[in-house]
Protein backbone atom coordinates (compact mmCIF):
# COMPACT_ATOMS: atom_id res chain seq x y z
CA UNK A 1 0.00 0.00 0.00
CA UNK A 2 1.37 3.43 -0.41
CA UNK A 3 -0.23 6.92 0.12
CA UNK A 4 -2.70 7.14 -2.66
CA UNK A 5 -4.75 3.83 -2.19
CA UNK A 6 -4.72 4.75 1.54
CA UNK A 7 -5.77 8.47 0.71
CA UNK A 8 -8.77 6.60 -1.64
CA UNK A 9 -9.75 4.33 1.26
CA UNK A 10 -10.56 7.62 3.03
CA UNK A 11 -12.27 9.27 0.34
CA UNK A 12 -14.41 6.21 -0.24
CA UNK A 13 -15.05 5.87 3.60
CA UNK A 14 -16.40 9.14 3.61
CA UNK A 15 -18.22 9.12 0.49
CA UNK A 16 -20.11 6.18 1.91
CA UNK A 17 -21.35 7.43 4.99
CA UNK A 18 -25.13 8.95 4.97
CA UNK A 19 -26.42 12.20 6.20
CA UNK A 20 -27.51 11.02 9.78
CA UNK A 21 -25.68 8.99 11.75
CA UNK A 22 -26.53 7.20 14.80
CA UNK A 23 -23.96 6.33 16.53
CA UNK A 24 -24.51 3.61 19.50
CA UNK A 25 -21.82 2.67 21.58
CA UNK A 26 -20.72 -1.14 21.83
CA UNK A 27 -18.00 -0.97 24.81
CA UNK A 28 -18.40 -3.31 27.41
CA UNK A 29 -19.86 -0.75 29.68
CA UNK A 30 -22.73 0.02 27.49
CA UNK A 31 -23.08 -3.82 25.63
CA UNK A 32 -24.04 -5.21 29.42
CA UNK A 33 -26.33 -2.81 29.95
CA UNK A 34 -28.23 -4.03 26.36
CA UNK A 35 -26.45 -1.91 23.82
CA UNK A 36 -26.72 -4.79 21.14
CA UNK A 37 -30.59 -4.59 21.33
CA UNK A 38 -30.33 -1.31 21.17
CA UNK A 39 -28.51 -0.90 17.84
CA UNK A 40 -30.89 -4.03 16.29
CA UNK A 41 -33.98 -2.03 17.41
CA UNK A 42 -32.26 0.54 15.59
CA UNK A 43 -31.53 -0.69 12.54
CA UNK A 44 -34.93 -2.42 12.53
CA UNK A 45 -36.86 0.62 12.47
CA UNK A 46 -34.72 2.57 10.27
CA UNK A 47 -35.69 -0.38 7.77
CA UNK A 48 -39.17 -0.39 8.26
CA UNK A 49 -39.44 3.51 8.29
CA UNK A 50 -37.52 3.06 4.58
CA UNK A 51 -34.22 5.50 5.86
CA UNK A 52 -32.13 3.49 4.64
CA UNK A 53 -30.53 6.09 1.96
CA UNK A 54 -29.37 8.53 4.67
CA UNK A 55 -29.28 6.89 7.82
CA UNK A 56 -26.52 5.04 8.92
CA UNK A 57 -26.46 3.09 12.36
CA UNK A 58 -22.90 2.40 13.54
CA UNK A 59 -21.76 0.73 16.40
CA UNK A 60 -19.03 2.52 17.72
CA UNK A 61 -16.69 2.41 20.80
CA UNK A 62 -16.72 4.35 24.40
CA UNK A 63 -18.65 7.36 24.56
CA UNK A 64 -17.19 7.78 28.16
CA UNK A 65 -20.52 8.49 30.08
CA UNK A 66 -20.94 4.76 31.08
CA UNK A 67 -22.89 5.37 34.25
CA UNK A 68 -25.95 6.67 31.76
CA UNK A 69 -25.20 3.82 29.32
CA UNK A 70 -26.58 2.45 26.83
CA UNK A 71 -25.31 6.22 25.07
CA UNK A 72 -26.56 6.85 21.64
CA UNK A 73 -26.11 10.10 19.69
CA UNK A 74 -27.85 11.14 16.91
CA UNK A 75 -25.51 13.28 14.12
CA UNK A 76 -24.60 16.01 12.28
CA UNK A 77 -27.19 17.46 15.13
CA UNK A 78 -25.39 16.13 18.17
CA UNK A 79 -27.97 14.73 20.18
CA UNK A 80 -26.66 12.42 23.20
CA UNK A 81 -29.47 9.91 24.71
CA UNK A 82 -28.94 7.92 27.78
CA UNK A 83 -30.28 4.86 29.10
CA UNK A 84 -31.82 3.95 26.41
CA UNK A 85 -34.05 0.83 26.43
CA UNK A 86 -34.90 -1.50 23.44
CA UNK A 87 -38.33 -0.62 23.79
CA UNK A 88 -37.38 3.21 23.16
CA UNK A 89 -34.80 2.65 20.17
CA UNK A 90 -37.47 2.78 17.52
CA UNK A 91 -38.99 6.35 18.71
CA UNK A 92 -35.05 8.05 17.99
CA UNK A 93 -35.64 6.70 14.34
CA UNK A 94 -38.90 8.92 14.36
CA UNK A 95 -38.22 11.46 15.95
CA UNK A 96 -36.76 12.24 12.50
CA UNK A 97 -39.31 12.56 10.86
CA UNK A 98 -40.83 14.58 13.53
CA UNK A 99 -42.22 11.70 16.07
CA UNK A 100 -42.02 11.68 19.63
CA UNK A 101 -38.81 10.58 21.10
CA UNK A 102 -39.15 9.00 24.58
CA UNK A 103 -35.25 8.52 24.95
CA UNK A 104 -34.20 10.58 27.52
CA UNK A 105 -31.99 13.59 26.26
CA UNK A 106 -28.39 13.93 27.82
CA UNK A 107 -26.79 17.62 27.94
CA UNK A 108 -23.42 17.19 25.87
CA UNK A 109 -22.22 20.31 27.21
CA UNK A 110 -22.45 19.78 30.73
CA UNK A 111 -18.92 19.62 32.31
CA UNK A 112 -18.28 15.91 32.14
CA UNK A 113 -18.04 16.33 28.21
CA UNK A 114 -16.75 20.09 28.11
CA UNK A 115 -14.43 20.07 30.68
CA UNK A 116 -12.35 17.00 29.19
CA UNK A 117 -9.66 17.33 25.86
CA UNK A 118 -9.05 14.17 24.01
CA UNK A 119 -5.93 13.00 22.47
CA UNK A 120 -6.54 9.11 22.99
CA UNK A 121 -9.63 9.25 23.17
CA UNK A 122 -10.34 11.52 20.11
CA UNK A 123 -11.73 8.34 18.53
CA UNK A 124 -13.68 6.74 20.86
CA UNK A 125 -17.36 6.93 20.01
CA UNK A 126 -16.93 8.42 17.06
CA UNK A 127 -15.48 5.63 14.86
CA UNK A 128 -16.54 2.39 14.00
CA UNK A 129 -13.21 -0.08 15.91
CA UNK A 130 -14.13 -2.92 13.80
CA UNK A 131 -13.94 -1.52 10.65
CA UNK A 132 -10.07 -0.38 9.55
CA UNK A 133 -11.69 1.93 6.94
CA UNK A 134 -13.59 3.79 9.49
CA UNK A 135 -9.97 4.50 11.71
CA UNK A 136 -8.21 5.53 8.12
CA UNK A 137 -10.95 8.14 7.46
CA UNK A 138 -10.30 9.93 10.66
CA UNK A 139 -6.63 10.28 9.80
CA UNK A 140 -5.51 6.45 11.04
CA UNK A 141 -2.02 5.29 9.82
CA UNK A 142 -0.76 8.55 7.96
CA UNK A 143 1.58 9.29 10.99
CA UNK A 144 3.36 5.58 10.26
CA UNK A 145 3.50 6.55 6.90
CA UNK A 146 5.17 10.08 7.41
CA UNK A 147 7.41 8.04 10.08
CA UNK A 148 8.29 5.16 7.58
CA UNK A 149 8.83 7.42 4.29
CA UNK A 150 10.03 10.45 5.65
CA UNK A 151 11.52 10.14 8.76
CA UNK A 152 14.40 8.37 10.26
CA UNK A 153 14.11 6.17 13.10
CA UNK A 154 16.56 8.70 15.34
CA UNK A 155 13.99 11.42 14.04
CA UNK A 156 11.53 9.47 15.67
CA UNK A 157 12.72 8.83 18.41
CA UNK A 158 13.69 12.76 18.69
CA UNK A 159 10.05 13.53 18.47
CA UNK A 160 8.95 11.72 20.90
CA UNK A 161 11.57 12.94 23.24
CA UNK A 162 10.64 16.42 22.68
CA UNK A 163 7.29 16.07 22.94
CA UNK A 164 7.94 15.25 27.09
CA UNK A 165 5.85 11.76 26.88
CA UNK A 166 6.55 9.81 30.04
CA UNK A 167 5.04 6.44 30.17
CA UNK A 168 1.15 6.30 31.12
CA UNK A 169 1.32 2.87 33.10
CA UNK A 170 3.24 3.84 35.84
CA UNK A 171 5.50 5.66 37.61
CA UNK A 172 6.26 8.18 34.88
CA UNK A 173 9.79 7.23 33.14
CA UNK A 174 10.04 9.51 29.73
CA UNK A 175 9.27 7.57 26.86
CA UNK A 176 12.16 8.97 24.26
CA UNK A 177 14.58 7.90 26.75
CA UNK A 178 13.50 4.25 26.74
CA UNK A 179 12.95 3.93 22.83
CA UNK A 180 16.51 5.71 22.52
CA UNK A 181 18.05 2.78 25.17
CA UNK A 182 16.16 0.17 22.76
CA UNK A 183 17.58 1.39 19.96
CA UNK A 184 21.34 1.31 20.47
CA UNK A 185 21.27 -2.03 22.56
CA UNK A 186 22.21 -4.46 19.76
CA UNK A 187 20.88 -8.23 19.05
CA UNK A 188 20.00 -10.71 16.67
CA UNK A 189 16.20 -9.44 17.19
CA UNK A 190 14.17 -6.84 19.18
CA UNK A 191 11.09 -6.32 20.04
CA UNK A 192 8.09 -4.18 20.87
CA UNK A 193 5.71 -5.12 23.98
CA UNK A 194 2.15 -3.72 24.55
CA UNK A 195 1.34 -4.28 28.34
CA UNK A 196 -2.49 -4.06 28.27
CA UNK A 197 -2.38 -6.13 31.69
CA UNK A 198 -4.98 -3.80 33.19
CA UNK A 199 -5.57 -4.90 36.59
CA UNK A 200 -5.89 -2.19 39.06
CA UNK A 201 -9.45 -2.83 41.00
CA UNK A 202 -12.02 -0.20 39.43
CA UNK A 203 -9.83 0.62 36.38
CA UNK A 204 -10.88 0.49 32.76
CA UNK A 205 -8.90 3.38 30.55
CA UNK A 206 -6.76 0.77 29.02
CA UNK A 207 -9.82 -1.72 27.62
CA UNK A 208 -11.84 0.97 26.52
CA UNK A 209 -9.25 2.22 24.42
CA UNK A 210 -8.39 -1.18 23.40
CA UNK A 211 -12.21 -1.88 22.32
CA UNK A 212 -13.08 1.48 20.84
CA UNK A 213 -9.91 2.60 19.07
CA UNK A 214 -7.44 -1.14 18.62
CA UNK A 215 -5.80 0.48 15.38
CA UNK A 216 -4.71 3.30 16.83
CA UNK A 217 -2.23 1.22 19.42
CA UNK A 218 -1.39 -1.00 16.45
CA UNK A 219 -0.06 2.26 14.94
CA UNK A 220 1.73 3.70 17.82
CA UNK A 221 3.73 0.26 18.04
CA UNK A 222 4.05 -0.31 14.55
CA UNK A 223 6.04 3.64 15.08
CA UNK A 224 7.39 2.63 17.94
CA UNK A 225 8.99 -0.72 16.03
CA UNK A 226 10.39 1.15 13.08
CA UNK A 227 12.06 3.67 15.56
CA UNK A 228 14.19 0.81 17.79
CA UNK A 229 14.62 -1.06 14.95
CA UNK A 230 11.93 -4.28 16.03
CA UNK A 231 10.32 -6.79 13.54
CA UNK A 232 7.98 -8.13 16.13
CA UNK A 233 5.37 -7.29 18.65
CA UNK A 234 3.17 -8.56 21.27
CA UNK A 235 0.57 -7.31 22.86
CA UNK A 236 -0.34 -8.92 26.48
CA UNK A 237 -3.88 -8.40 27.58
CA UNK A 238 -5.91 -9.65 29.86
CA UNK A 239 -7.98 -12.48 29.09
CA UNK A 240 -11.09 -11.06 31.36
CA UNK A 241 -11.67 -8.96 28.13
CA UNK A 242 -12.67 -10.71 25.89
CA UNK A 243 -14.41 -7.51 23.37
CA UNK A 244 -10.44 -6.13 23.47
CA UNK A 245 -8.96 -9.52 22.49
CA UNK A 246 -11.83 -9.50 19.59
CA UNK A 247 -11.26 -5.84 18.60
CA UNK A 248 -7.78 -6.52 18.38
CA UNK A 249 -6.99 -9.90 16.44
CA UNK A 250 -9.95 -7.89 13.97
CA UNK A 251 -7.59 -4.71 13.73
CA UNK A 252 -4.47 -6.88 13.56
CA UNK A 253 -6.30 -8.88 10.38
CA UNK A 254 -7.65 -6.09 8.52
CA UNK A 255 -4.54 -4.21 8.97
CA UNK A 256 -1.87 -7.20 7.59
CA UNK A 257 -4.75 -7.45 4.89
CA UNK A 258 -4.24 -3.98 4.02
CA UNK A 259 -0.32 -4.00 4.21
CA UNK A 260 0.16 -1.96 7.14
CA UNK A 261 1.48 -4.72 9.40
CA UNK A 262 3.09 -7.43 8.00
CA UNK A 263 6.42 -7.29 5.63
CA UNK A 264 7.70 -4.39 3.30
CA UNK A 265 5.24 -1.72 4.89
CA UNK A 266 4.38 1.12 2.83
CA UNK A 267 6.41 -0.25 -0.01
CA UNK A 268 9.58 0.12 2.12
CA UNK A 269 12.20 -2.26 3.65
CA UNK A 270 10.37 -2.22 7.26
CA UNK A 271 8.66 -5.41 8.52
CA UNK A 272 6.64 -5.39 11.91
CA UNK A 273 4.06 -8.53 12.92
CA UNK A 274 1.82 -8.39 15.76
CA UNK A 275 0.57 -11.17 18.01
CA UNK A 276 -1.52 -10.86 20.64
CA UNK A 277 -0.86 -13.05 24.30
CA UNK A 278 -3.63 -13.79 26.55
CA UNK A 279 -2.92 -13.26 30.37
CA UNK A 280 -4.50 -15.23 33.24
CA UNK A 281 -5.54 -12.66 35.22
CA UNK A 282 -2.67 -12.44 37.43
CA UNK A 283 -1.63 -8.57 38.89
CA UNK A 284 1.94 -9.49 39.14
CA UNK A 285 2.11 -9.96 35.24
CA UNK A 286 1.70 -6.29 35.03
CA UNK A 287 5.53 -5.57 36.35
CA UNK A 288 7.64 -5.96 33.17
CA UNK A 289 10.20 -8.68 33.71
CA UNK A 290 6.84 -10.73 34.82
CA UNK A 291 4.96 -9.69 31.21
CA UNK A 292 7.95 -10.98 29.33
CA UNK A 293 7.69 -13.99 31.26
CA UNK A 294 4.45 -14.56 30.66
CA UNK A 295 4.90 -13.64 27.27
CA UNK A 296 8.24 -16.78 27.16
CA UNK A 297 5.69 -19.27 28.28
CA UNK A 298 7.26 -19.33 32.07
CA UNK A 299 5.73 -18.42 35.47
CA UNK A 300 4.95 -14.96 35.70
CA UNK A 301 7.58 -13.55 38.28
CA UNK A 302 9.47 -10.68 38.14
CA UNK A 303 13.25 -11.24 38.81
CA UNK A 304 15.86 -8.48 39.49
CA UNK A 305 17.15 -5.65 37.02
CA UNK A 306 19.51 -4.78 35.25
CA UNK A 307 19.73 -6.14 33.34
CA UNK A 308 16.80 -4.10 32.02
CA UNK A 309 14.60 -5.23 29.39
CA UNK A 310 16.12 -2.28 26.83
CA UNK A 311 18.93 -4.20 27.19
CA UNK A 312 17.52 -7.97 27.96
CA UNK A 313 13.89 -8.69 27.91
CA UNK A 314 12.27 -11.33 25.27
CA UNK A 315 14.29 -14.16 24.75
CA UNK A 316 17.72 -12.49 26.12
CA UNK A 317 16.88 -9.59 23.46
CA UNK A 318 16.44 -5.86 23.37
CA UNK A 319 12.62 -5.43 24.33
CA UNK A 320 10.46 -2.09 24.73
CA UNK A 321 7.45 -1.90 26.81
CA UNK A 322 4.96 0.66 26.86
CA UNK A 323 1.50 0.35 27.79
CA UNK A 324 -1.51 0.94 26.00
CA UNK A 325 -2.40 4.77 26.36
CA UNK A 326 0.88 5.74 26.07
CA UNK A 327 1.24 3.86 22.37
CA UNK A 328 -2.09 5.59 22.02
CA UNK A 329 -0.35 8.89 22.19
CA UNK A 330 2.21 8.28 19.96
CA UNK A 331 0.33 9.08 16.48
CA UNK A 332 -0.97 12.06 17.17
CA UNK A 333 2.36 13.41 18.92
CA UNK A 334 3.68 12.13 14.84
CA UNK A 335 0.77 14.04 13.22
CA UNK A 336 0.45 17.28 15.06
CA UNK A 337 4.16 17.61 16.51
CA UNK A 338 6.03 17.23 19.43
CA UNK A 339 5.80 20.89 20.01
CA UNK A 340 2.09 20.71 19.72
CA UNK A 341 1.73 17.65 22.48
CA UNK A 342 4.69 19.62 24.73
CA UNK A 343 2.15 22.90 24.57
CA UNK A 344 -0.50 21.01 26.93
CA UNK A 345 0.16 19.92 30.36
CA UNK A 346 2.58 21.24 32.64
CA UNK A 347 6.40 21.73 33.09
CA UNK A 348 7.41 18.33 33.67
CA UNK A 349 4.28 15.96 32.63
CA UNK A 350 3.16 16.87 29.48
CA UNK A 351 -0.17 15.76 27.25
CA UNK A 352 -3.43 14.17 28.68
CA UNK A 353 -4.15 11.59 31.18
CA UNK A 354 -7.25 9.16 31.14
CA UNK A 355 -8.52 8.16 34.04
CA UNK A 356 -11.45 5.74 35.05
CA UNK A 357 -13.24 7.14 37.30
CA UNK A 358 -15.01 5.66 39.71
CA UNK A 359 -16.58 4.87 43.45
CA UNK A 360 -19.00 7.60 45.30
CA UNK A 361 -19.03 9.94 42.29
CA UNK A 362 -22.62 10.69 40.34
CA UNK A 363 -20.67 10.85 37.02
CA UNK A 364 -18.90 7.53 36.67
CA UNK A 365 -16.79 6.61 33.39
CA UNK A 366 -14.12 7.32 30.93
CA UNK A 367 -12.16 10.85 32.05
CA UNK A 368 -9.32 12.66 30.14
CA UNK A 369 -7.95 15.94 30.89
CA UNK A 370 -4.71 17.84 30.59
CA UNK A 371 -1.72 17.30 32.81
CA UNK A 372 -2.17 19.34 35.79
CA UNK A 373 -5.71 19.67 36.35
CA UNK A 374 -6.20 19.71 40.01
CA UNK A 375 -8.58 16.73 41.71
CA UNK A 376 -11.36 19.00 42.26
CA UNK A 377 -11.97 19.90 38.58
CA UNK A 378 -11.74 15.99 37.88
CA UNK A 379 -13.84 14.82 40.97
CA UNK A 380 -16.20 17.95 41.41
CA UNK A 381 -16.94 19.62 38.05
CA UNK A 382 -16.19 16.74 35.80
CA UNK A 383 -17.95 13.85 38.29
CA UNK A 384 -20.45 15.91 39.63
CA UNK A 385 -19.58 15.27 43.28
CA UNK A 386 -20.36 12.68 45.74
CA UNK A 387 -24.57 11.74 44.90
CA UNK A 388 -27.01 12.47 47.36
CA UNK A 389 -25.29 15.30 48.51
CA UNK A 390 -22.63 13.54 50.36
CA UNK A 391 -19.53 15.19 50.67
CA UNK A 392 -15.90 13.72 48.78
CA UNK A 393 -14.18 12.08 51.96
CA UNK A 394 -10.72 10.98 49.40
CA UNK A 395 -9.66 10.27 46.27
CA UNK A 396 -7.74 7.02 45.51
CA UNK A 397 -5.20 7.11 42.51
CA UNK A 398 -2.59 4.37 41.50
CA UNK A 399 -4.83 1.48 42.39
CA UNK A 400 -3.13 -0.77 45.23
CA UNK A 401 -0.07 0.93 44.37
CA UNK A 402 -1.28 4.19 44.95
CA UNK A 403 -2.59 6.16 47.62
CA UNK A 404 -5.64 8.06 49.32
CA UNK A 405 -5.36 11.68 48.99
CA UNK A 406 -8.25 13.56 51.10
CA UNK A 407 -10.33 16.10 50.19
CA UNK A 408 -8.33 19.04 51.65
CA UNK A 409 -5.83 18.09 48.96
CA UNK A 410 -8.25 18.18 46.22
CA UNK A 411 -6.52 21.40 44.93
CA UNK A 412 -3.93 19.59 44.31
CA UNK A 413 -3.04 19.21 40.38
CA UNK A 414 -2.84 15.70 38.69
CA UNK A 415 0.93 15.31 37.75
CA UNK A 416 3.44 12.67 38.80
CA UNK A 417 5.60 14.75 41.24
CA UNK A 418 2.63 16.69 42.77
CA UNK A 419 0.61 13.04 43.60
CA UNK A 420 4.15 11.46 44.81
CA UNK A 421 4.58 14.53 47.23
CA UNK A 422 1.10 13.39 49.04
CA UNK A 423 2.19 9.57 48.89
CA UNK A 424 0.30 8.41 45.94
CA UNK A 425 1.25 7.87 42.17
CA UNK A 426 -0.48 8.25 38.65
CA UNK A 427 -0.31 4.76 38.03
CA UNK A 428 -1.90 3.77 35.23
CA UNK A 429 -5.22 6.18 35.85
CA UNK A 430 -8.00 4.36 38.53
CA UNK A 431 -9.45 7.41 40.39
CA UNK A 432 -11.78 5.92 43.00
CA UNK A 433 -13.40 8.75 44.81
CA UNK A 434 -14.80 8.09 48.44
CA UNK A 435 -17.42 9.84 50.30
CA UNK A 436 -18.02 10.64 54.39
CA UNK A 437 -19.39 6.76 54.33
CA UNK A 438 -16.35 5.18 53.58
CA UNK A 439 -13.35 3.91 56.60
CA UNK A 440 -10.16 4.08 55.44
CA UNK A 441 -9.24 1.66 57.39
CA UNK A 442 -11.24 -0.76 55.90
CA UNK A 443 -10.15 0.62 52.28
CA UNK A 444 -6.48 -0.22 53.40
CA UNK A 445 -7.03 -3.81 54.63
CA UNK A 446 -8.94 -3.91 51.19
CA UNK A 447 -6.21 -3.07 48.63
CA UNK A 448 -3.47 -5.00 51.27
CA UNK A 449 -5.91 -8.69 51.26
CA UNK A 450 -5.86 -7.69 47.07
CA UNK A 451 -1.47 -7.41 47.31
CA UNK A 452 -1.51 -10.51 49.65
CA UNK A 453 -3.38 -12.56 47.27
CA UNK A 454 -1.89 -11.22 43.55
CA UNK A 455 1.71 -12.16 45.22
CA UNK A 456 3.64 -13.88 43.29
CA UNK A 457 5.81 -14.85 46.18
CA UNK A 458 9.01 -15.19 45.04
CA UNK A 459 10.25 -12.66 47.00
CA UNK A 460 9.61 -13.29 51.46
CA UNK A 461 9.17 -9.52 52.29
CA UNK A 462 6.16 -9.39 49.85
CA UNK A 463 4.65 -12.59 50.37
CA UNK A 464 4.74 -13.06 54.00
CA UNK A 465 5.14 -9.24 54.56
CA UNK A 466 1.83 -8.49 53.16
CA UNK A 467 0.23 -11.35 55.08
CA UNK A 468 1.10 -9.69 58.36
CA UNK A 469 0.53 -6.41 57.34
CA UNK A 470 -3.43 -8.03 56.70
CA UNK A 471 -3.79 -9.80 59.64
CA UNK A 472 -2.67 -6.76 61.78
CA UNK A 473 -5.03 -4.71 59.97
CA UNK A 474 -7.60 -7.12 60.32
CA UNK A 475 -7.19 -6.96 64.38
CA UNK A 476 -7.43 -3.55 64.22
CA UNK A 477 -11.03 -3.27 62.38
CA UNK A 478 -11.77 -6.25 64.54
CA UNK A 479 -10.41 -3.93 67.47
CA UNK A 480 -8.57 -6.58 68.84
CA UNK A 481 -5.16 -4.34 68.37
CA UNK A 482 -3.18 -2.31 70.94
CA UNK A 483 -1.24 0.55 70.17
CA UNK A 484 1.99 -1.33 69.77
CA UNK A 485 0.10 -3.45 66.83
CA UNK A 486 -0.37 0.10 65.14
CA UNK A 487 3.76 0.64 65.77
CA UNK A 488 4.33 -2.57 64.14
CA UNK A 489 2.08 -2.13 61.30
CA UNK A 490 4.06 1.05 60.32
CA UNK A 491 7.18 -0.19 60.73
CA UNK A 492 6.00 -3.25 58.62
CA UNK A 493 5.19 -1.31 55.85
CA UNK A 494 8.39 0.15 55.85
CA UNK A 495 10.28 -2.71 55.60
CA UNK A 496 7.83 -4.32 52.87
CA UNK A 497 8.19 -1.13 50.58
CA UNK A 498 12.26 -0.98 51.06
CA UNK A 499 12.86 -4.56 50.55
CA UNK A 500 10.69 -6.16 48.38
CA UNK A 501 11.77 -7.37 44.38
CA UNK A 502 9.64 -5.32 42.49
CA UNK A 503 7.06 -3.25 42.36
CA UNK A 504 3.91 -4.69 44.03
CA UNK A 505 5.73 -5.37 47.10
CA UNK A 506 7.41 -2.11 47.00
CA UNK A 507 4.19 -0.13 46.79
CA UNK A 508 1.49 -2.78 48.44
CA UNK A 509 1.55 -0.64 51.35
CA UNK A 510 1.22 2.78 49.70
CA UNK A 511 -2.95 2.94 50.71
CA UNK A 512 -1.59 1.40 54.63
CA UNK A 513 0.70 4.21 54.75
CA UNK A 514 -1.41 7.02 53.08
CA UNK A 515 -4.51 6.29 55.35
CA UNK A 516 -2.27 6.32 58.25
CA UNK A 517 -0.83 9.80 57.13
CA UNK A 518 -4.13 11.73 56.72
CA UNK A 519 -6.81 9.50 58.33
CA UNK A 520 -5.15 8.27 61.53
CA UNK A 521 -7.75 9.11 63.97
CA UNK A 522 -9.49 6.25 62.27
CA UNK A 523 -7.24 3.70 63.30
CA UNK A 524 -6.92 5.19 67.35
CA UNK A 525 -10.41 4.86 67.56
CA UNK A 526 -10.79 1.17 66.33
CA UNK A 527 -8.21 0.35 68.91
CA UNK A 528 -9.10 -1.60 72.01
CA UNK A 529 -10.71 0.56 74.80
CA UNK A 530 -7.37 0.01 76.94
CA UNK A 531 -4.91 0.99 74.22
CA UNK A 532 -6.04 3.93 72.69
CA UNK A 533 -3.20 6.21 73.42
CA UNK A 534 -2.09 7.12 70.23
CA UNK A 535 1.81 6.04 69.50
CA UNK A 536 3.92 7.98 67.88
CA UNK A 537 3.18 10.12 64.65
CA UNK A 538 5.02 8.79 61.35
Known amino acids: MDLVELQEI ?6 AQKPIRIRVCTAAGCLSSGAHDVQKRLEEAVEHASLGATV ?5 GCMRLCCEGPLVQLDPESSLYERVSSDQAASIVSGLNGGAVTARRCDSGQPFFARQKSIVLENCGAIEPERIESYIAAGGYR ?3 EVVREMNPAEVIDAVSRSGLRGRGGAGYPTGLKWGAVAKNQGPHKYVVCNADEGDPGAFMDRSVLESDPHRVLEGMAIAAYAVGADMGYIYVRGEYPLAIRRLETGIRQARRLGLLGTQIFESPFNFRVDLRIGAGAFVCGEETALLASIEGRRGSPRPRPPYPAASGLWGNP ?11 IP ?7 DWFAAIGTEKSKGTKVFALAGKIRNTGLVEVPMGTSLREIVEEIGGGAPEG ?6 QTGGPSGGCIPAAALDTPVDYESLVQLGSIMGSGGMIVMDETTNMVDVAKFFMEFCKDESCSKCIPCRAGTVQLHRLLTRITERKATADDLARLESLCQMVKLTSLCGLGQSAPNPVLSTLRYFRNEYLELLRDDARAPSSPM
Open 10 to 15: CEQELA
Open 143 to 145: ALY
Open 56 to 60: QVCAV
Open 332 to 338: VIIRNGP
Open 390 to 395: GKIKAV
Open 319 to 329: TLINNVETFAN
